[in-house]
């Protein structure tokens, strides 16, 4: 699933975008070369179509009408007509002379047409008599117009006869141009779809080369941060995606060694303490047994070196806490810690826990018989010691005990009667040697504590929050599964 989200965001980013940008890129050009080539082409034929017909139809003006006599019969200028649009088909000829007995005209060629179907400014321009000058020799010129009656289009033009009154007007159909512009457009247009086309499968192949590596990248990056440390990329080429992946792989081997040093020192610093602890153990056996017997002695010792003794027996009895809870800490750290699980009645575990260290007075539980959970009950009691001990050190009796099961998970709730956990401690108080001194002037411990009851409660499968009661006081929260072994065969299965 997460693979697919995965490939799905990258084909929704930058390989879509990869593509879009060619495609546009690709249209763009394809569009404004076909536009270009279209417009050139059509210029090209329809100038040439307008240049030929222009030119033959002022050459058979000159030719024949200009032979015409100056009062020509209507035969003649129908002959003459004919002949001009016989000479060079593909045009049709209206000749038109305004004579003494009023306006003559002939026609001829393959479109019919009359003085009606000539533009009303063409027929203008054509009898406009200009003054003759230096720069202007004729009196009248050749004029021409494109038109498009019923949609088709043709080209008229017109011209004079000078010194006559004979006016010839020549109409072509430009519809083979038409029909040759349309299939020339059809192609530049099906030259574009190809031309998107075929940018579509070059940006699919460029995304290909770019992605592929950054894929790899992101892939090799993401086993990385899993902690395959060995992670190395293939690098072949010499551009910028070659330098990345060397950069990659000195990244990737700079941190591989730096964790592998890392380890070796907190594997030696673990094996230091518990060689230390070890160590330490035989000699706190010996000072353990001689301060139980001057704490016997006590009473018949000189009241000057009593005070001695007592802070001598004292401060045995912490180191040998101390020593206890750093072995203690330094199998969690190697993961040697190992839960010994058992049927436990949790109120007879809570009341034996405060009845083995006198708190029975100053403990008030709230807690149904019957509750069993599955769980390693010399853990259960190291972190119920804890927190009760923690509550009555550092917030006050009466300290409250409460537990509950909340579905499948077991919650024993430890409230103080003291003024609570400022906030800048709260996110501090399980680490390790941390000690609020400010807020508990009464600490003499190792800063241990703590620390051990979260992680016994970790390998349990559960946690321990710490947080200011509503009626005030520090409140330490245990949950812990009700069935451990279901927890942990699950863990491991999975």
């Keep these: ?47 040439r179509t307008q240049d030929a017909a222009l030119g033959d139809f002022r050459q058979e003006m000159q030719n024949r009408a200009a032979a015409l006599p100056a009062d020509p019969t209507p035969q003649e200028i129908q002959r003459t007509a004919e002949l001009m649009a016989g000479s060079s088909p593909g045009y049709s000829v209206l000749l038109v002379q305004e004579g003494k007995e009023g306006q003559v005209s002939g026609t001829a060629g393959p479109d019919v047409f009359g003085l009606g179907d000539v533009p009303k400014s063409l027929r203008d321009a054509v009898n406009d008599r200009q003054k003759t000058t230096a720069a202007n020799d004729s009196e009248y010129h050749m004029y021409w117009q494109r038109t498009k009656p019923g949609g088709n289009p043709y080209l008229v033009g017109g011209t004079r006869i000078v010194g006559g009154g004979l006016t010839g007007y020549m109409y072509k159909s430009l519809a083979q141009e038409r029909d040759d512009l349309n299939a020339l457009a059809w192609s530049l247009t099906i030259a574009t ?41 293939d690098v072949s080429g010499t551009d910028e995606l070659a330098d990345l992946s060397h950069t990659f792989n000195k990244t990737a081997e700079a941190l591989e060694k730096k964790v592998a040093d890392m380890s070796a020192r907190e594997e030696s610093s ?25 704490e ?14 007592a802070l001598v027996v004292s401060e045995t009895r912490r180191l040998n806490d101390l ?25 007879d575990q809570v009341t034996a826990c405060i009845d083995a260290r006198a708190w029975l007075d100053a403990v008030e539980l709230d807690a149904d018989r019957g509750i069993v959970a599955r769980l390693d009950p010399r853990r259960l009691d190291v972190i119920l010691a804890n927190l009760i001990g923690n509550a009555l050190k550092h917030g006050g009796s009466p300290v409250r005990v409460r537990v509950v099961v909340e579905g499948d998970w077991l919650v024993i709730a430890v409230q103080d009667n003291g003024p609570g956990i400022p906030e800048d401690v709260l996110p501090h108080v399980f680490d390790r040697f941390y000690k609020a001194s400010a807020s508990r002037p009464k600490s003499d411990g190792s800063g241990l504590g703590l620390s051990i009851a979260v992680e016994n409660a970790h390998i349990h499968g559960g946690d321990i929050t710490a947080a200011n009661g509503p009626g005030g006081g520090a409140l330490f929260t245990l949950r812990l599964p009700v069935d451990v072994g279901k927890v942990i065969s699950g863990d491991q299965d999975a």
């Design 323 to 347: 020593v206890e809870n750093l072995m203690e800490v330094t199998r969690f750290d190697a993961g040697t810690a190992r839960l010994v699980l058992d049927d436990v009645d949790v109120a």
């Design 296 to 309: 016997e002695e006590v009473d018949d010792l000189d009241p000057m070196i009593a005070p001695a003794v």
């Design 1 to 47: 699933m997460i693979p697919a989200l995965l490939a799905g965001r990258r084909w929704t980013s930058l390989r879509l975008r990869l593509l879009v940008v060619f495609a546009l890129v690709a249209l763009t050009a394809a569009v404004s070369a076909s536009g270009i080539a279209y417009w050139l082409n059509r210029e090209a034929v329809l100038t």
């Design 270 to 294: 673990r094996r230091f303490v518990a060689d230390m602890s070890h160590e330490l153990r035989t000699p706190l056996t010996a000072l353990t047994a001689v301060a139980e017997v001057l």
């Design 193 to 233: 779809g190809l031309a998107l086309l075929g940018s579509a499968l070059l940006a699919q192949a460029a995304s290909r080369t770019v992605l592929k590596p950054v894929q790899r990248l992101g892939d090799a990056a993401r086993r990385l941060g899993e902690g395959e440390l060995d992670t190395r990329l």
